[in-house]
């Protein structure tokens, strides 16, 4: 079985409405994700899953040169952000691609679904 990352994206357009939401139109979108994480486990794909804190708590750090650069904030400038993830276990990649598709559904955001890399030989 190979393992599958299903990331879930934000748009930092987007950012500041789900920080304001009423907790009672978060719930049931919590229900739906709880669901198919439990899905998952039934089904024997889940590997793991989480969700991430804000974006503007991420720390970059660059170590490439003489010395350790570290700066608040996230490294990358973009407008979309990873707000969380699964890693499921899937035959192939039409079996990821349906996981991702429920989870899509369940998280009521868009996502990626992208096979890891086969160890080296």
């Known amino acids: 079985m190979t393992q599958y990352l299903i990331s879930v994206s934000h748009d930092t357009a987007e950012a500041p409405t789900m920080e304001t939401m009423d907790p009672a139109e978060l719930q049931p979108i919590f ?3 709880d669901a198919f994480n439990q899905k998952l486990r039934d089904a024997g794909a889940w590997v793991f899953a989480g969700g991430l804190q804000p974006i503007q708590t991420a720390v970059g750090v660059d170590n490439t040169g003489d010395s350790p650069v570290v700066t608040d904030g996230p490294f990358v400038e973009s407008k979309e952000y990873l707000g969380g993830f699964w890693v499921i276990e899937a035959a192939d990649d039409a079996e990821a691609l349906q996981w991702a598709k429920e989870g899509s559904k369940a998280c009521a955001g868009r996502v990626e679904v992208r096979a ?5 030989a």
């Open 31 to 33: 229900e739906a994700v």
């Open 116 to 120: 890891f890399q086969e160890e080296p």
